[in-house]
């Protein structure tokens, strides 16, 4: 048995404790916001984010950060990307040599275009940081659902033991060295997620949505490949895994703010609606600097950017994307 503390009491935070305490771990839940943390000792659910999933009783919670910090092996930081700097500062004074930081958000940092396993390490260099990724709808997980995921670390016994303290038989963990791969298709599919949301608030159909999932992939990829990550991780779990349920799944709060960015909402106007941080938007910035920055061609990226940003009509980008010049789709084959 471990002592786990789950740093964030949103839905993957609570997914992953339950998750956990199933498992047969010391589970903590901590939050910054100490009315939360009461309110989920009283009622053992979150309405707003997990509605319906009880949290059972042998799960703590606590908004006392260097108590929760000391008194477990293992923590997992489950904050909206926007707060991983604020809360690893939080973090960074209680911390003990070579803990476990496993972090499960998903975003590229804009100003620094940092991965959140990048920003982590910066706060905490005296951590032991991973990462776990994968096609993993807190919704499911905290229903026992089966579910498949990735653990990524710079050394195999790492992976190992967070391996074995996430395994059961609705969750099965698989490991990688390539940290850097897994943390850029986590962030980058929330960006291609909107896209899709976007085509299906127009009204498109299934051509179009396997079309961006394809497309973007690639685009991941290349970029991924050009930052020193392994091609292969992009066809894995954290990568087209993870894409293909953030673009088809209603549980998606990328695919839902896109689907009302297609139907004529702002970016604003949907987040609001979706009443969830909408990791999409946050990354796509930084997706697009860190594809002028490599020097790589992204088209979705690019026409999500002017979307969002620069009030470009949906069915102008999809326009321009099917209009571009015309291309060979492996750049790798030859004809004899």
Known sequence: MAKIGVMGAGSWGLGLAILLNNNGHDVTVWSVFPEEIEQLKKERENKKCLPGVILPDSIHFDANT??????????????ASPYTR????????????????????????EASLKTLCEVIEE????AVVAVLSGPSHAEEVGRGIPTTCVIGTKNKDDATYLQNIFMSDVFRVYISPDVLGICIGGSLKNVIALAAGIADGLGYGDNTKAALITRGIAEIARLGIAMGADAITFTGLSGIGDLIVTCASMHSRNRRAGILIGKGYSKDEAMAEVQMVVEGVYSAKAAYALSKKYNVEMPIV?????????????????????????KIESYDSEWN
Not at 71 to 78: K, Q, R, Y
Not at 123 to 126: F, L, V
């Open 66 to 79: 260097e108590k929760v910090i000391n008194e477990n092996d293992v923590l997992v930081l489950a904050v």
């Open 86 to 109: 604020s809360t690893a500062k939080l973090m960074a004074p209680y911390v003990k040599e070579n803990q476990y930081i496993v972090n499960v958000g998903k975003g590229i940092e």
């Open 302 to 326: 690019e026409q999500v950017n002017l979307v969002l940003f620069e009030g470009k009509s949906p069915s102008d980008g999809v326009k321009d994307l099917m209009l571009r010049d015309k």
């Open 123 to 126: 706060e905490i260099p005296q």
